[in-house]
């Protein structure tokens, strides 16, 4: 994926409609639920039993810079807006961009001890502040005291639009978050959430490989 220079201002970028958008190459990337083995809790394990995990089959993904901040779009098919918690079973939806803090970080595991990955998070109840994640293996996601992600997303006629944006470098977070420039490259990996279905934590749709991102100069 080339994520290409544009001029164009930020708020322009965040909006998921704007008609720099328009000429932005697009991705179908495929996306399957995250394997029962996968789940670290016993619970989670016994509740999902013989369900579906993963509603989100594929997802339209589009990106790019201004030299300052990066942008990836996003677009899915989702009969729902979950945007709250509005019982024991129906979530908010959500997704999120998921990178190697360092190295060939395992994707499968959601990083290890030695090779974290860094998680930009967004989730519908949370308006337009994302979350910066930070994971070390199955189960120890945690969220760190600050962000730089932005988020603005919109749902209409079934499908949600999103897009995730970022400065290329936050160096207030050198060992929490992935930092980017011009020329050079990432990899890449994506999650969805279906609320409806009762999706969240670990339980999730993604993509099962890392891909390449480059950065245009």
């Known amino acids: 994926m080339l994520v290409k220079k544009v001029q164009a201002s930020r708020d322009a970028l965040l909006d998921p409609e704007a008609g720099e958008w328009k000429g932005a190459a697009t991705e179908v990337i ?5 394997p029962l083995t996968l789940q670290p809790s016993p619970y989670v ?4 039993k013989g369900r579906e995990i993963g509603k989100v089959k ?3 993904v589009s990106s790019l810079h201004n030299g300052e901040d990066v942008f990836f ?6 009969p729902n807006d979950n945007d709250r918690i509005s019982d024991q079973n129906v979530f908010p939806d959500g997704a999120a961009l998921l990178f190697p803090l360092n190295g060939d970080a395992p994707l499968q595991t959601m990083g290890s001890k ?7 998070y967004w989730r519908a109840d949370f308006g337009e502040q994302g979350k910066n994640n930070v994971a070390e293996g199955l189960g120890t996601t945690r969220l760190t005291a600050g962000s730089h992600v932005v988020c603005r997303a919109s749902w209409r006629g079934g499908t949600w639009q999103l897009v995730i944006a970022r400065p290329l470098a936050v160096p207030d977070q050198a060992s929490e978050a992935v930092q980017l420039r011009p020329g050079s490259a990432v990899k890449m990996a994506i999650a969805i959430w279906e609320g409806s279905n009762g999706e969240r934590a670990g339980v999730k749709a993604f993509s099962k490989q890392w891909r390449r991102v480059e950065i245009e100069a």
């Open 114 to 120: 030695t090779q974290p990955v860094n998680a930009w």
């Open 73 to 78: 779009r996003f677009a899915w098919a989702d």
């Open 58 to 60: 594929s997802v339209r």
């Open 30 to 34: 495929a996306l399957k639920g995250t």
């Open 45 to 48: 394990k016994a509740a999902w």
